[in-house]
């Protein structure tokens, strides 16, 4: 390389790590000064809905900006925040507010990625929803730009803040279940997941989860959670993916299948089963972590341990009953109880700590990153009715 050709590169590349260092700079003193997080939430459908509504609970924390391209939606959204927010229908008018610290990115699954970069680029901590991001391309741009900020980001897969997915977690590495031989995820519902639409104009705005252009379907929203955990669990990404699903029961105009079923394998061996369906809600969701010494059932609010071979029962007197079982259900096992908040404010609680203490969240782009590419995986797999493998090329630093 020339000498001057070197010297501009390496001009550009430093003022480019000055600009973001300044950025950060400027988000810290504005929280700094009175230990306050402003927050803008872009996308106020049900999820940035309701995630509003639990950001008026945390100490703070304030809701000063909604966004949303649909104004009745917007409208929705800002009548959820109790710190009388300003309204925008572009995220980069709200992206220019100097006033906001950080943004909850949830919008439609295709806008992920490049709502998340451009509020990296404006000095903005942010927490994205999840699935983080569509397609390898969109996912690895996501990483890179991250990587060169200095800003916190965090992944919305709220059960990896969860302290009782934690304490599970911990127990299972600690050999509670022995020798993990295999997971099944399940998260079944009894429902169309249509949304209604006032206006046919707002069809695909509104029911975008319908429709391949903007969504992953039940991959993306629903096994992405339970695709985390595994990873999680095994410290491990899987070589390869195999899957099937339909539109077999909804016959409504729908893109995105309305069943699935994925088989993912793990380099140590391990087979981690994926189901969803939407026309039966029997034990709706459910991950079993199944090893040579026993299971761990886990569901939203709740986990049980069921030892393999004899029981073990733990023999108490229960209401004066010499020789009752304590704690036993016969179908779970014993419980395993663990205090813990609703994972979605466990989740915003730790971003917030995140970006007060300048630490990387434990859901992170990197966790994150790994999940959009398994979806991605899967969704290629059922789509293309193909076997598809980890490429070597995708690399999380």
């Known amino acids: 390389m020339k000498r001057r050709s070197f010297i501009k590169k390496t001009t550009a590349a430093t003022v480019g790590i000055a600009s973001s260092a300044y950025l950060y700079g400027n988000v810290m ?3 700094n000064a009175n230990n ?5 939430v872009i996308g106020t459908g049900d999820r940035g809905g309701g995630l509003t ?9 304030n809701v000063v900006a909604s966004c949303d391209v649909l104004s009745f939606r917007l409208k929705e959204g800002l009548a959820k925040a109790n710190s009388n927010p300003i309204g925008y229908s572009d995220y980069r008018q709200l992206l220019d507010n100097k006033n906001i610290d950080a943004v909850i990115v949830a919008t439609p699954f295709n806008t992920h990625s490049k709502i998340a970069i451009d509020a990296l680029d404006a000095g903005k901590h942010v927490y994205c929803e999840k699935t983080l991001a569509k397609g390898y391309t969109d996912i690895q741009d996501l990483v890179h730009k991250t990587n060169d900020s200095k800003l916190i980001f965090q992944t919305g897969h709220q059960y990896h803040s969860s302290r009782l997915y934690t304490a599970v977690v911990d127990l299972i590495k600690e050999g509670k279940v022995g020798k993990i031989t295999a997971f ?34 039940l991959t993306a929203e629903l096994c992405s959670h339970q695709i985390d955990f595994v990873n999680w669990v095994l410290n491990e990404t899987p070589n390869q993916v195999m899957g099937v699903g339909g539109i077999d029961y909804w016959k409504d105009g729908r893109e995105t299948y309305d069943n699935v079923h994925l088989v993912y394998s793990y380099p140590n061996g391990v087979k981690a089963k994926f189901t969803c369906l939407t026309s039966n809600a029997k034990d709706g969701y459910q991950i079993k972590v199944l090893g040579d010494k026993g299971t761990i059932i886990i569901d939203t609010k709740n986990a049980w341990f069921y030892p393999e071979g004899q ?68 969704l290629d797999a059922m789509y293309n009715n193909k076997i598809i493998d980890w490429n070597s090329n995708w690399s999380f630093r």
Not at 36 to 40: D, R, Y
Not at 55 to 61: D, E, G, Q, T
Request: proline share 5%.
């Open 53 to 61: 509504t639990i950001l008026n609970s945390i100490k703070n924390v």
């Open 184 to 217: 099944e995820c399940q998260w079944n519902r009894h429902g169309n997941w249509r949304r209604p639409v006032p206006d046919p104009k707002f069809e695909k705005a509104i029911n975008w989860r319908m429709y391949k252009e903007f969504s992953g379907g």
């Open 311 to 378: 029981r073990n029962k733990i023999i108490a007197d229960v209401d004066g009953v010499s020789g009752a079982t304590s704690g036993w259900d016969s179908e779970k096992g014993y419980p395993i109880d663990v205090e813990h908040l609703d994972p979605s404010k466990q989740a915003l609680l730790d971003f917030k700590e995140s970006i007060l203490n300048n630490k990387n969240p434990e859901s992170n782009i990197k966790t994150g990153a790994k999940v959009a590419i398994c979806v991605q995986m899967g």
């Open 29 to 31: 003193s504005n929280i």
């Open 36 to 40: 306050t997080i402003n927050i803008g």
